[in-house]
């Protein structure tokens, strides 16, 4: 256990860095959003990029990794569904509250740690999640609090969904990489120097760039936003790992990186959703604060049990 804590900590301490860098006005709104842009388009695309093209969707893709994965999510994301609706809260707000208990922050935090921690075999699991996440629980979230606010399901939706799938370039940088690599050819090597280079900067900056934005965040509903972590670091692997143990039985270094990217803390996508839709902002800027502290220890103690550390 002390030993992947002291293999984990740097990754938090640079989240720690940038929060007080936050914290002191040094790097202040704009500068995280422009940070936040540079990794988001460029270092982290060129990094999942790189992954993929390296990557064989058959020795990739598993329909019991899928279904594992989609089971414990689903039971979390209907427990924190019930949760809310027991508390009165409206349908928007229990889908937020939904996403919160399943979705973390896969991209920014668990791409680069995952790999670097587990192995770069960890990649195409750690993708695969990635994958159903984008594809899956965010379309299930748009198709709610529009379906509840228009009263209906139109075409139009699912349109809208298809377009901010086609516009994610974390999305479009895993298929064109999984599509590169189909074709058998290796990344030239000036070409995958350059990914590397940029791909490089996808750790630090995403690290910073999650404590930085921390730091603008003022706590509200403390008992809410602590249900939420605790739903998303604690249940959510949890379901997950009955569902890649037990229920769909998974090859066990896959199982344990799905089980290790479950216990994430709550993603930062998550608030862009609730500011875009105005449900419930602070609420799960909180969710994110909390977890995000709390994950210092729940993440090194699951990484630690699924690697026998």
Same mark, same amino acid.
């Given at each position: 256990?002390?030993?992947?804590?002291?293999?984990?900590?740097?990754?938090?301490?640079?989240?720690?860095?940038?929060?007080?860098?936050?914290?002191?006005?040094?790097?202040?709104?704009?500068?995280?959003?422009?940070?936040?842009?540079?990794?988001?388009?460029?270092?982290?695309?060129?990094?999942?990029?790189?992954?993929?093209?390296?990557?064989?969707?058959?020795?990739?893709?598993?329909?019991?990794?899928?279904?594992?994965?989609?089971?414990?999510?689903?039971?979390?994301?209907?427990?924190?569904?019930?949760?809310?609706?027991?508390?009165?809260?409206?349908?928007?707000?229990?889908?937020?509250?939904?996403?919160?208990?399943?979705?973390?922050? !896969?991209? /920014?935090?668990?791409? =680069?740690?995952?790999?670097?921690?587990?192995?770069? @075999? #960890?990649?195409? $699991? *750690?993708?695969?999640?990635?994958?159903?996440?984008?594809?899956?629980?965010?379309?299930?979230?748009?198709?709610?609090?529009?379906?509840?606010?228009?009263?209906?399901?139109?075409?139009?939706?699912?349109?809208?969904?298809?377009?901010?799938?086609?516009?994610?370039?974390?999305?479009?940088?895993?298929?064109?990489?999984?599509?590169?690599?189909?074709?058998?050819?290796?990344?030239?090597?000036?070409?995958?120097?350059?990914?590397?280079?940029?791909?490089?900067?996808?750790?630090?900056?995403?690290?910073?760039?999650?404590?930085?934005?921390?730091?603008?965040?003022?706590?509200?509903?403390?008992?809410?936003?602590?249900?939420?972590?605790?739903?998303?670091?604690?249940?959510?692997?949890?379901?997950?790992?009955?569902?890649?143990? !037990?229920? /769909?039985?998974?090859? =066990?270094?896959?199982?344990?990186?799905?089980?290790? @990217? #479950?216990?994430? $803390? *709550?993603?930062?996508?998550?608030?862009?959703?609730?500011?875009?839709?105005?449900?419930?902002?602070?609420?799960?800027?909180?969710?994110?604060?909390?977890?995000?502290?709390?994950?210092?220890?729940?993440?090194?103690?699951?990484?630690?049990?699924?690697?026998?550390?």
């Amino acid at each position: 256990m002390l030993a992947i804590l002291l293999k984990t900590l740097p990754f938090f301490a640079l989240i720690g860095v940038g929060y007080l860098a936050g914290r002191a006005r040094f790097f202040g709104a704009e500068a995280t959003a422009a940070l936040t842009k540079f990794v988001f388009y460029f270092a982290l695309s060129a990094m999942l990029f790189r992954f993929a093209a390296n990557l064989s969707l058959g020795e990739v893709f598993s329909w019991h990794f899928v279904f594992a994965y989609l089971w414990g999510s689903l039971v979390v994301y209907a427990i924190a569904t019930g949760v809310a609706f027991w508390r009165g809260v409206s349908i928007e707000e229990a889908a937020i509250e939904a996403q919160c208990a399943v979705i973390g922050n !896969v991209g /920014f935090l668990g791409v =680069p740690m995952l790999v670097l921690l587990l192995g770069e @075999a #960890a990649a195409g $699991p *750690v993708l695969l999640v990635l994958a159903i996440d984008m594809i899956v629980f965010s379309s299930t979230i748009t198709l709610i609090i529009t379906g509840a606010r228009e009263g209906r399901m139109s075409f139009g939706i699912f349109r809208i969904l298809g377009m901010g799938l086609l516009k994610n370039p974390m999305i479009v940088s895993i298929v064109l990489g999984l599509g590169w690599g189909a074709t058998g050819w290796a990344v030239p090597a000036p070409a995958n120097e350059f990914l590397a280079l940029l791909g490089a900067a996808a750790t630090p900056g995403a690290l910073f760039a999650i404590g930085a934005s921390l730091a603008g965040r003022n706590p509200e509903r403390i008992e809410v936003a602590a249900w939420l972590a605790f739903a998303k670091l604690i249940l959510h692997p949890a379901a997950v790992a009955f569902g890649a143990l !037990v229920v /769909f039985p998974v090859e =066990p270094y896959a199982a344990g990186v799905m089980i290790a @990217a #479950a216990s994430l $803390p *709550v993603a930062g996508n998550v608030y862009i959703l609730a500011a875009h839709y105005g449900v419930a902002p602070q609420r799960v800027s909180t969710a994110i604060l909390m977890s995000t502290a709390t994950s210092v220890l729940t993440v090194t103690a699951m990484i630690a049990m699924v690697t026998g550390g």
